[in-house]
């Protein structure tokens, strides 16, 4: 189906593992974007990426890799979770640009103990 | 600090009512505001925008409202209907930071029957 999807849409996990979280879009819209949800906050850009093999941080990248071989997948990795890390995660893409709509996914609720 | 501000976290109106969303902003480099609508367990999408030239911007029952001495913006729907239960997230971007938004920490608005 068309659109953007995310995978896993639930995962729990331990502090100390590496986990990757899979955000893939079928739009070849040239940007993408990592955010995470957390009450009060909203919602915080973790990194972006204009186009593929370009990646740049948001407001909160400390602790998360982002990677962008292909113009369609933007998966985010956490390389050693940490309880803070306990959010819903939100992946988004935009066909340009400045003002361009961002169209989000579903949401990956990830909870590290 | 938060540069984009809700500071209602949530909202209570009459089918029928007008339900009126608030959001203030800090800086004045903002020049785009969104606002963008949240289901649960969806990802957020894209309702209303409104450029820094406006200080209004009308589609359908949901206007934008911009007072930029004030650096406030304001959200109106009339009539308010059931389905319009969501969270509603603010969301303004610089005019030089290509797509990245800041985004408020929402408002859970409620639409009673």
């Known amino acids: 189906d068309a659109g953007i999807t995310q995978s896993p849409r639930y995962k729990i996990t331990e502090t100390g593992r590496q986990v990757t979280l899979m955000c893939h879009q079928t739009?070849?819209?040239?940007?993408m974007f990592w955010y995470r949800q957390d009450l009060g906050h909203g919602l915080r850009l973790i990194y972006y990426?204009?186009?593929?093999?370009?990646?740049d941080k948001g407001e909160v990248p400390d602790g998360y890799v982002v990677s962008r071989s292909k113009t369609e997948n933007f998966p985010l990795t956490l390389e050693s979770a940490t309880r803070s890390q306990t959010s819903v995660y939100f992946c988004?893409?935009?066909?340009?640009?400045?003002?361009?709509?961002?169209?989000f996914g579903p949401g990956t609720r990830l909870t590290v103990l | 600090d938060q540069q984009v501000k809700q500071n209602s976290p949530s909202l209570s109106v009459q089918e029928g009512r007008i339900s009126i969303l608030n959001c203030d902003y800090t800086?004045?480099?903002?020049?785009?505001f969104l606002w963008y609508k949240k289901y649960p367990a969806e990802g957020p999408t894209f309702l209303i925008s409104?450029?820094?030239?406006?200080d209004k911007n009308e589609d359908g029952r949901f206007t934008v409202f911009l007072n930029k001495s004030a650096k406030h913006l304001s959200l109106h729907i009339v009539p308010s209907q059931p389905g319009d239960s969501a969270v509603y997230f603010c969301?303004?971007?610089?005019?030089?930071?290509?797509?990245?938004?800041?985004f408020g920490g929402g408002t859970r608005l409620m639409v009673k029957p």
């Open positions: 739009w070849s819209h040239s940007y």
């Open positions: 988004a893409s935009a066909r340009r640009g400045r003002g361009d709509t961002q169209y």
């Open positions: 990426s204009a186009a593929a093999d370009i990646t």
């Open positions: 800086n004045s480099m903002f020049d785009y």
């Open positions: 969301a303004a971007l610089y005019n030089n930071a290509g797509n990245m938004l800041t």
């Open positions: 409104i450029s820094s030239i406006k």
